[in-house]
Structures are given as structure tokens and as C-alpha cells.
């Protein structure tokens, strides 16, 4: 996607002058061969040329100048954007990474080793009462086979819902901490 879109307008005299140059050269082949009356008519064309670019000089570095302006402010936008992007994204990861902290806060040490000391049948039965943040802050502490067995006895509803749970908060933790060993 082009940076700008330019108008024919701006560029008419730098145009104009590309031609009149292309026919100066065209002339000057042409007056080698020619007389002096031929050799005059080149000359006074070649300074109409000259004075024709000297006469828009101006207006063709403006129109430059404002070209290059225009440039950089698409740039500058463009950066703007997507240093709000990344400051939505910032502001998401560390919401979630709040959510993660809260839920692991919510079953501290012995809550979690009573569960892990239940029968996976009795501990499951127990985590379906649960709201799901408890049940996964309790599943995630828990050792992994532990938490399988008892995954193994819920309904495969809510033992899918509790594992995306776990998997997306465990994905969010990691990229967390990539990103504090890459700062």
C-alpha cells in the first residue's frame, strides 16, 4: 500500500520540465546538422527551457518538501497505532496475569492438600461445586497426577472447560515471563 496518493497537479511543472529538456536534447542532435539560423533557434529554445526550470525551481522543491512532510506524518501515524496496539496488548497480558496471581491466591497450601489427599472420585465431586477459578487455582497447585485423576472423574464438559482453563493460564504465565527475560 503506497504511503501517499499524489495528485497530477503537483507534479505538472516537473513534467512540464522533463519534456521541455527531452526536446532540448532531441534539438541539440538535431543542430548538429543544421545551419546557424537552426543553431540560434536551439539556443533560444534551450534558454526558454533553462528559464522555464529556473522559474519553477521553487514550486518543485515545495512540492517535494510537502511530499516528504506528508510522508512522514504517515509514518508517524502509523507508529502512533501500533504503539496503542502494543498498549492494549500490555494492558491485556498484565490483567491477565492479575487474573492467574488472584485464582493461584484463592486455594493456598492446605486447602489444595486436602484435595490432593481425597479420593480423585470424591475430590472431583467436591471441584464441581466450585466456582471454575477456585477449581483450577486448586487443580494447577495440585501434582499432575493427582490433577489427572481427578480430571479423569468429572464430566468430560467440565474437565475440557477446566483444562482450557489451566492451558490459557499457564500460556499467559510463560509469555510473561518471556517477555521479562527479554527486558
Known sequence: MPLLKLSKKKFFPLKCAVVSLGLCVSLATASAQTSEEE???LSAAIEQARNYCEAIADQAKDTRIAWQMRALFDVEHQMTSKISELDA???ELRSWV???DDILRRAE????DI???MRPDAAAQQLTALD???AVSILLQMKARKAGSVLAELSADRAAYLTDMMAELTARQAAKQSMGDTQ
Not at 109 to 112: A, K, P, Q
Open 109 to 112: 497450601g492446605h486447602v489444595v
Open 98 to 100: 492479575k487474573r492467574r
Open 132 to 134: 471454575d477459578e477456585t
Open 89 to 91: 496488548k500490555i494492558a
Open 39 to 41: 543553431t540560434q533557434d
Open 115 to 117: 484435595y490432593a489427599n
